[in-house]
């Protein structure tokens, strides 16, 4: 058995590490149900899987049994062994074994392709590899689920069944990425917002989330705080329609790019679209007048709704809908200005994200295949990205190929509490929107000139960013955005009245208080409280009533002890002021 240490860092390791596993998989199936056909079985992130196309429909018991063949194979140490096969003889060879799906991918290659097999003991699998030297090196796995997929993603082909895994090189990592896994289930935030009554997603709306009086609570005190900073900062607040006629997005490139992604309607014969991004609304307010060089740089926000058609199956909760509101900015400057501007955003998307205790990455992703401009154009975008990643001191990787079809960008992905890692805030640069819709404003020289674009968000999507905030904080919110910051249950109800007095005086001070006075016990209550995630729960009974206090509980740090009623408030009023994570 190999004992050298699997160094799991190393993409490339993962990949072959886990590439491999799904070769032993499919032996262990093979090995169980010899008549099952084989389809793909690739590496993802976090495991892997392999599509299987067999009459017995696979239970949890049955993935005990595959698990336990495969370490069969794991103590066995084979070899995995690379040959090749003419691509005739390679059809003859997947042909006896009845392999239909390894058949057709076959014919599917090119006619120059080298076709390839491992070999693994009695298993032999059509792959292009990599693949770990043997068997013996795959030290913990475990199988996860079973789903339907079709053959080829084509709902018109035959449903297989796909089993999902994953593999580390130590059963402790396999335990600790379990665990992770078990505790991101209790803190999805589908289920939280559910238990707190933030949000509802219906059938009557697939990818259409209704905000409800709590979650309202959250988001506009995201959005007030939206406002504050962005006045800090010199941007002007505007406001776009939703619905533009179909010129527009021909004008900006959108019909061209992203139509297959856009809702379109009719008014009057004529053809509109609802909106997919903010930008070419605030290109047509900057269109409204002409302008200096002394007015930039010129900063405009916006918190717009926009809607693209997702795919049914891609739809998960408020993480990714049909319909969302972007906390988009449009900023316009003269060429010298756009260091500065990039640099300027990038520290104000640290300050937000370092407010929330988010650590974050950022990608520099550089030009896609299907994009507008000149080659000339994209390294000059580039190279001032580049430039302004140097000045803030942040490291950055490279994303080839990841840009926006109108110019390369900067994309922070913050990382929760779990260590998963989401795409919110975004730097675009843009030098093509301003060529199409030609945008000019009045230099020093009284020549009219093209200005530069940054099209930039923080949140991302206000939707997606209250589903994060959730699922990090586990529904315990920072007490600034808690829908419900103080909630006092009484011990019987004739302590109602010394509550209700407390209430006043916390609904005068600003706080979000409910009143539990309902003749439950005091077990029931607090049950129920701690389940809603009440920021602090205060349990009024003689004692407190007699000398004006309370006895209070913080759902983050637990019990605070008795404390007088004017404390406990000037300690949430401060609390809230530093809008403390």
């Given at each position: ?6 160094n799991f860092e190393d ?6 590490y ?26 993802i992130?976090n495991?892997?899987y ?5 009459e017995?429909?696979?239970s ?12 069969k ?12 096969l003419p691509?005739e ?17 076959i014919n599917?290659l ?5 076709i ?13 590899g990599p ?7 795959i030290k ?9 997929a ?16 994953t ?6 990592e396999?335990?600790?990425y ?18 707190m ?11 259409f ?21 962005h006045?800090k900062?010199?941007?002007q ?7 533009l006629n179909?010129?527009l ?8 790019h ?16 609802i909106?997919?991004?903010n930008?070419?609304g ?7 007048r ?6 930039f ?26 319909t ?5 900015s449009?900023?316009?400057?003269l ?21 929330f205790g ?8 550089t030009r896609p295949?299907d ?9 000059t975008a ?5 430039e302004a ?6 490291p950055y990787?490279i994303n ?11 994309d922070f992905h913050?990382?929760?509490s779990?260590?998963?890692?989401w795409?919110?805030?975004?730097i675009?640069l843009d ?8 945008l000019t404003?009045?230099?020093p020289?009284?020549?009219k000139?093209?200005?530069?674009m ?12 209250i ?5 990090h ?8 955005l ?8 009484t011990?019987a109800e004739?302590?109602?009245d010394?509550a209700?007095?407390?209430a ?14 309902r003749?439950?016990?005091?077990g ?9 995630r009440?920021s602090y ?5 003689e ?6 206090t ?8 637990g019990?605070l002890?008795?404390m007088?009623?004017?404390?406990f ?6 609390e ?6």
């Amino acid at each position: 058995m190999a004992k050298e240490k699997i160094n799991f860092e190393d993409e490339d390791v993962r990949l072959r590490y886990r590439h491999t596993t799904s070769h032993i998989m499919a032996q262990a199936v093979k090995h169980l149900w010899p008549d099952a056909k084989l389809a793909i079985g690739p590496a993802i992130d976090n495991g892997f899987y392999y599509d299987i196309d067999m009459e017995h429909k696979l239970s949890d018991q049955d993935l005990l049994k595959i698990q336990k063949e495969m370490k069969k194979i794991i103590q066995a140490n084979y070899k995995l062994e690379r040959f090749e096969l003419p691509r005739e003889e390679a059809i003859k060879f997947m042909a006896e074994k009845d392999e239909d799906y390894k058949v057709e991918l076959i014919n599917d290659l090119p006619e120059d392709a080298v076709i390839s097999f491992y070999q693994q003991g009695d298993f032999v699998d059509l792959c292009a590899g990599p693949h770990m030297d043997s068997t013996g090196q795959i030290k913990a796995v475990k199988l996860m689920s079973v789903a339907g997929a079709y053959w080829r993603g084509d709902e018109h082909n035959k449903m297989l069944q796909r089993i999902y895994g994953t593999c580390f090189p130590s059963q402790e990592e396999l335990d600790e990425y379990i665990q992770r896994l078990e505790e991101a289930k209790k803190r999805d935030h589908r289920k939280i917002g559910k238990e707190m009554d933030l949000f509802m997603l219906t059938e009557e709306g697939p990818g259409f989330p209704f905000f409800l009086p709590k979650g309202m609570i959250i988001r506009n005190e995201l959005e007030n705080f939206w406002r504050e900073e962005h006045r800090k900062r010199g941007y002007q607040e505007i406001k776009t329609p939703l619905i533009l006629n179909e010129q527009l997005w021909r004008t900006s490139g959108h019909w061209d790019h992203y139509k297959d992604n856009m809702y379109f309607t009719k008014i009057d014969d004529q053809d509109y679209a609802i909106k997919p991004m903010n930008c070419p609304g605030s290109l047509l307010c900057y269109k409204r007048r002409l302008w200096s060089y002394r007015d930039f740089p010129i900063r405009m926000g916006e918190l717009g709704q926009v809607h693209r058609h997702e795919l049914s199956g891609a739809l998960h909760g408020l993480m990714r809908v049909r319909t969302f509101t972007q906390d988009d900015s449009h900023i316009f400057m003269l060429p010298e200005q756009v260091k500065d501007e990039i640099v300027g955003v990038a520290r104000f998307i640290d300050d937000v994200y370092s407010m929330f205790g988010f650590k974050y990455h950022i990608e520099l992703s550089t030009r896609p295949e299907d994009s507008m401009g000149t080659d000339e154009e994209w390294n000059t975008a580039e190279d001032a990205l580049r430039e302004a990643m140097k000045e803030v001191g942040a490291p950055y990787v490279i994303n080839e190929g990841d840009g926006a079809f109108y110019g390369p960008k900067l994309d922070f992905h913050l990382e929760d509490s779990l260590g998963r890692t989401w795409q919110c805030g975004t730097i675009q640069l843009d030098m093509q929107m301003p060529q199409r819709f030609d945008l000019t404003y009045v230099g020093p020289d009284n020549e009219k000139h093209r200005p530069v674009m940054i099209h930039r968000v923080i949140f991302g999507s206000i939707e997606r960013f209250i589903g994060i905030l959730t699922e990090h904080f586990a529904g315990k919110f920072p007490l600034w955005l808690a829908p419900v910051q103080v909630k006092l249950l009484t011990v019987a109800e004739s302590f109602a009245d010394y509550a209700e007095e407390v209430a006043k005086k916390c609904e005068e001070a600003g706080l979000r208080t409910e009143l539990d006075i309902r003749n439950e016990k005091i077990g029931y209550k607090l049950r129920e409280a701690r389940n809603e995630r009440v920021s602090y729960i205060c349990v009024i009974g003689e004692r407190e009533k007699e000398a004006g206090t309370l006895s209070v509980r913080s759902t983050k740090v637990g019990e605070l002890g008795t404390m007088p009623v004017e404390e406990f408030i000037a300690k949430l009023t401060e609390e809230i002021k530093s809008k403390a994570v």
